[in-house]
């Protein structure tokens, strides 16, 4: 079992930067992938970024290439999401998620992962 708190979350005017955490206890969890999703009013939950377990690969959705960072500190069981350049569609609520089993491999999908935290409201106002 692996329990996932991110924070961080708050509003930002358009071009300002934003730096969520999502912190993990449980089951050993520099051994997990972590990925970021995000969710606005009305629409799908969607894939924003993942990082491996060594924090050696990263992906990231075409929307955010260039302007977000994810990085995690094992250490300190912490996955990071630095955002910056931050755009009014960027606004959503943002969830960390990690998968049930300990492969290396990054993934996109939803269904792909098992756990789950709260999530933390990003605004960016115009």
């Known amino acids: 079992q692996v329990q996932l708190v991110e924070s961080g979350g708050g509003l930002v005017q358009a071009g300002g930067s934003l730096r969520l955490s999502c912190a993990a206890s449980?089951?050993?969890?520099?051994?997990?992938?972590v990925g970021w999703f995000r969710q606005a009013p009305g629409k799908e939950r969607e894939f924003v970024a993942a990082?491996?377990?060594?924090?050696?690969?990263?992906s990231y959705a075409d929307s955010v290439k260039g302007r977000f960072t994810i990085y995690r500190d094992n250490a300190k069981n912490t996955v990071y999401l630095e955002m910056n350049s931050l755009k009014p569609k960027d606004t959503a609520v943002y969830y960390c998620?990690?998968?049930?089993?300990?492969?290396?491999?990054?993934?996109?999908?939803?269904?792909?992962?098992?756990?789950w935290g709260q999530g933390t409201q990003v605004t960016v106002s115009s």
């Open positions: 449980g089951r050993t969890f520099s051994r997990f992938v």
């Open positions: 998620a990690a998968p049930a089993d300990s492969s290396a491999r990054l993934r996109d999908l939803r269904e792909e992962y098992t756990y």
């Open positions: 990082v491996t377990w060594s924090g050696g690969l990263t």
